[in-house]
């Protein structure tokens, strides 16, 4: 059974409107400076060296002064104090408080160390374990003798109904 066509258009809208709506606020958390073109970079950089051990791709740096850094480079920050966090290195990353080229470069620098950071690769490498315990529910079934000496294998519906 296929997907009528003006379902699939009117889901590409509402993804489309998501994605706008992301970018708003991206934009709207971004924080605003004077960011000079030498202190974007070095922390531009910084910051593909991080993203390289993330295997992600590196990202293009405007070239020039800014006042507001781009939504891309906020969500590749953003993911990287992420890891930091669950990796629990003690290194803090707050986008809240870059205002300036000497903020800028404070950030370079700690991207450059987990660059560096070989516990952060480790981090990095180890397979995501699962959160809390795992339940699992199966079925049991029990072993009846059988009169000729063999064992049937007898379901809990039909033991009850064997017992009625």
């Known amino acids: 059974m296929s997907i009528p066509q003006d379902l699939l258009a009117e889901g590409a ?3 489309a409107e ?3 709506l992301d970018a708003q606020q991206l934009a709207q ?3 605003m400076g004077d960011f000079s073109a030498d202190a974007l970079a070095r922390f531009g950089q910084a910051l593909n060296q991080v993203l390289a051990i993330f295997g992600a791709e590196p990202l293009e740096i405007p070239q020039g002064d800014m006042q507001q850094l781009p939504p891309e480079i906020l969500q590749a920050v953003m993911m990287i104090a992420d890891a930091v966090s669950l990796a629990g290195l003690g290194i803090n990353i707050n986008l809240d408080e870059i ?3 000497q903020d800028l470069m404070m950030l370079a620098g700690q991207l450059t160390e987990l660059a560096t950071s070989e516990e952060f690769a480790a981090f990095l490498q180890s397979p ?4 809390g315990d795992v339940m699992v529910e199966e079925d049991v ?5 059988m009169p000729g000496g063999g064992e049937e294998v007898m379901s809990d519906e039909q033991l009850f109904m064997q017992r009625m």
């Not at 995501?128 to 959160?131: H, L, N, R």
């Open 99 to 101: 205002i300036s080229d």
């Open 141 to 145: 079934t029990m072993a009846q003798p």
């Open 13 to 15: 809208a509402i993804g």
């Open 29 to 31: 958390a971004a924080p």
């Open 18 to 20: 998501q994605d706008m």
């Open 128 to 131: 995501i374990e699962p959160e």
